[in-house]
């Protein structure tokens, strides 16, 4: 009883800390956090150089975005125009942010395990019950976002971004000049650690300069309400074909192709499943669907490109 009432004291700090109202669907969702992240490796450094008699730490709180002096007392330290106690320990894996009262951890259990964790690039990643959602072995999430949205080439386009995730499609499009982008997220808790992860684009921020558009929805439902050839530029990220198969389906890439004008790009992400164990080839069962909707295809990164006739 008593973990139940500590757990449900913590989550009213963290509603009252970060959250603010809660999302409605199809409009903005959150104001981003701007206080320090803590990994165990930055909380180390800091210890490291206040053990050293160091009165200052030269380092980031913000995943790489910026680097910033930390002043070092022997029981507090600040930063901007907050101080903080010193956490007496960390996991490994994992990003703590403050919560008002503690150093508390990125993540969220809501029937699934939501977390964001660090990654060698700074540029974070996030996992559902343990399965990592972003590509990180060979290069940061955000590059990896890069050399697929220049498939799809959204300058002065409007896109749409079918699948929102950590934003980075979104981000990458903003910073390639795209004109509007139209972005979609069924799961609240990765809408939450969004508003978390300094390197997620904010939609009210000046440099989005109002071209981004977040929605909190299902885009399998959400996509019949859009226009006929309203996008020049499309983005698909889906969960994989276990967990949503209706993002697979031949109904859905119809959709895909109504809403997309003739010319228009589409990068489809697959993955590269092994198709020895798995006995499918998902990669070419998609570029087979799309085609039958309208779109030329071809293999193209981990995914399908796709060009609508």
């Known amino acids: 009883?008593?973990?139940?009432?500590?757990?449900?004291?913590?989550?009213?700090?963290l509603a009252a800390h970060t959250l603010g109202p809660q999302p409605l669907i199809g409009v903005r969702y959150l104001p981003h956090y701007t206080g320090p992240l803590l990994t165990r490796e930055t909380l180390d450094a800091i210890l490291a150089a206040r053990g050293a008699g160091h009165g200052r730490w030269p380092g980031t709180l913000d995943l790489g975005r910026t680097q910033e002096e930390v002043?070092?007392?022997?029981?507090?330290?600040?930063?901007?125009?907050?101080?903080y106690p010193y956490p007496a320990k960390l996991k490994d894996r994992t990003i703590y942010f403050w919560d008002g009262e503690e150093f508390a951890p990125v993540s969220r259990f809501s029937g699934s395990l939501i977390k964001l964790v660090p990654t060698e690039w700074q540029v974070?990643?996030?996992?559902i019950d343990g399965i990592k959602m972003l590509p990180t072995s060979k290069e940061s999430p955000l590059d990896d976002a890069q050399r697929k949205v220049a498939l799809v080439e959204p300058r002065g386009k409007p896109v749409l971004d079918t699948c929102g995730g950590l934003g980075y499609f979104a981000r990458r499009c903003l910073e390639a000049g795209?004109?509007?982008?139209?972005?979609?997220?069924?799961?609240?808790?990765?809408?939450?650690?969004?508003?978390?992860?300094?390197?997620?684009p904010d939609p009210d921020a000046a440099a989005a300069g109002g071209?981004?558009?977040?929605?909190?929805?299902?885009?399998?439902?959400?996509?019949t309400t859009l226009p006929d050839a309203a996008f020049d530029a499309l983005l698909h990220d889906p969960p994989r074909f276990g967990i949503?198969?209706?993002?697979?389906?031949?109904?859905?890439?119809?959709?895909?192709?109504?809403?997309a004008r003739r010319g228009a790009r589409l990068f489809h992400y697959t993955g590269s499943p092994n198709k020895l164990t798995s006995g499918r080839d998902v990669p070419r069962e998609v570029a087979k669907r799309l085609e039958a909707a309208g779109f030329k295809t071809r293999l193209a990164l981990d995914g399908v490109l796709?060009?609508?006739?």
């Open 1 to 13: 009883m008593l973990a139940k009432r500590l757990n449900t004291a913590r989550s009213t700090r």
């Open 71 to 83: 002043l070092l007392d022997a029981t507090q330290w600040r930063w901007r125009d907050g101080s």
């Open 124 to 127: 974070p990643t996030f996992e």
């Open 178 to 200: 795209a004109a509007s982008i139209r972005s979609f997220e069924k799961n609240a808790d990765v809408l939450w650690l969004r508003t978390l992860n300094p390197w997620s």
């Open 211 to 223: 071209r981004l558009q977040l929605s909190h929805a299902d885009v399998s439902q959400a996509i």
């Open 244 to 259: 949503a198969g209706e993002l697979y389906s031949q109904a859905f890439y119809g959709e895909l192709a109504r809403v």
């Open 306 to 309: 796709g060009v609508r006739r």
